[in-house]
């Protein structure tokens, strides 16, 4: 028997709504086709904005965006990306595909897309390959309410008011394609860049440090070691994939395949608990955060499409990683301060796919639906202490679970069982409530690989759920073989 505690009337840390924070890149069709249509496009759109991906995203609470990359991001130089759109530059997208980076959607159409979104803008600035003027520059150009040159440049362009920007990162991966740095290395080169990122009307600048990947604490170490004093985030980036040279189909695979990825998603809780170890020491009372600013599933690229693109199909595998991770993110709260999935639309664990005028929901979508009553509420204390879910001589627990309270006093708790075959029996004492009002929703279905498609775009969407039952403050719920379900009490 599954077995958990929830003090329903404790008190824990805040879940940064940040956390349900996405990232969107200038690669294959995330932002032209995704997002960007232009103004004359039959598409419905506001200022060539699509108002179906909009509408989705407000639908999810979207709380911040990061752009423009990613390895796009060392890349890309922001003053291509302003001015009349007929007459910005092309330039080649070295990292995705060599195609032609068209720039028409460049500072005002993101902001503006924020604005849309009604989100905190999270931009991440070029040192791979930029300057610090072109960087502090940029800062002035968005921030600086006066009379500068580059304010004014902006007022020509349309818009008068400073922007509020507050998350800004200091280059992408400089391990690896922002710069192939080492450490010791990056560690100056962003002490240099940060003295120049600055707010020009004034306000706190949360400036996020290009952190390490997966399990390089060394990185860690390091950058806070010689730089903690300089930031406000370190960033870190993991994927849940088999392997990166053969990372399998996103759709076609057996029990091994969703056994293996949910292992690897489950494997965030080890690193976010070292590398926040190492910080602990540097910064004991968690001021930095740890941004995961990039995470998600990575498989290979649908069949028929360029595979420079990164465009996969999303299933109810990738619901149960989107899930137990963001329940991960919950348990390391007072250190994860904000995290990014990958990426929003058309590329790697997307939120929507397009199709011409046409988008769906993924199934990751509808778990950041359900989800979205944890933004910004009570972390609640809880002790879970699952069954294990073998399979092939391993073992990951079969359930995971997380609970939190928000302003008005209403309880959300949200789990999952993670066997594809077994359904989970589980006991949940509630210390701390009275009498009671449940109700449930369940995703769901019949297969471990089924997903929505532009054929059968409703085969994976939220049921109501009510195979529970409550009395003093017990709780007796049979969750489905892989499943998310959702109980709000009140
Ligand atoms: O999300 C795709 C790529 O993965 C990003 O551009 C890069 O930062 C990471 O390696």
Known sequence: MNRLTIHTDGNGPTINRHIYGHFAEHLGRCFYDGIWVGEDSPIPNTRGIRDDVVAALRHINIPNLRWPGGCFADDYHWRDGIGPREERPGRVNT?????????????????????????????????????????????????????????????????????????????????????????????????????????????????????????????????????????????????????????????????????????????????????????????????????????????????????????????????????????????????????????????????????????????????????????????????????DYVFDNDAIPQISASASRNAAGEILVTFCNTSPNQPADLTCNLHGTGALNVTGRILTAESMNARNTFESPEAVEPKPFDRFSICNGHLAITLPAMSVVALTLT
């Open 95 to 387: 990292h995705w595909g060599n195609v032609i980076e068209t720039n028409h959607f460049g500072t005002h159409e993101f902001l503006d897309l924020c604005e849309q979104l009604d989100c905190e803008p999270y931009i991440c600035g070029n040192v791979g390959s930029g300057t610090v003027q072109e960087m502090r520059d940029w800062l002035e150009y968005l921030t600086f309410a006066g009379d500068s040159t580059l304010a004014d440049a902006r007022r020509q362009n349309g818009r008068d008011d400073p922007w509020p920007i507050t998350y800004w990162g200091i280059g992408n991966e400089n391990w690896g394609c922002g710069g192939n740095m080492r450490a010791e290395f990056y560690a100056d080169v962003y002490r240099r860049y940060a003295t120049y990122c600055r707010h020009f009307d004034g306000r706190k600048l949360y400036r996020i440090a290009g952190g390490p990947h997966n399990a390089d604490y060394h990185w860690t170490d390091v950058l806070m070691r010689e730089a903690a004093a300089f930031m406000d985030g370190l960033s870190l980036h993991y994927y849940s994939m088999i392997q990166w040279d053969s990372k399998g189909s996103a759709t076609d695979f057996d029990e091994s395949g969703w056994f293996t990825i949910l292992k690897k998603a489950l494997y965030m809780d080890t690193i976010i608990g070292q590398h926040s170890a190492i910080m602990d020491r540097y910064d004991p009372d968690r001021r930095v955060g740890l941004v995961v600013d990039e995470w998600g599933t990575w498989y290979d690229a649908e069949p028929g499409t360029n595979p420079a693109f990164l465009y996969q199909q999303n299933t109810l595998r990738d619901a149960l990683v989107a899930a137990v991770t963001l329940h991960i993110f919950h348990k390391h709260c007072e250190r994860v301060h904000m995290a990014n999935i990958a990426q929003t639309v058309n590329v790697l664990q997307a939120m929507v796919l397009t199709q011409g005028e046409h988008m769906i929901l993924t199934p990751t979508y509808h778990v950041f639906e359900m989800f979205k009553g944890h933004q910004n509420a009570t972390r609640l204390p809880i002790l879970v202490e699952p069954e």
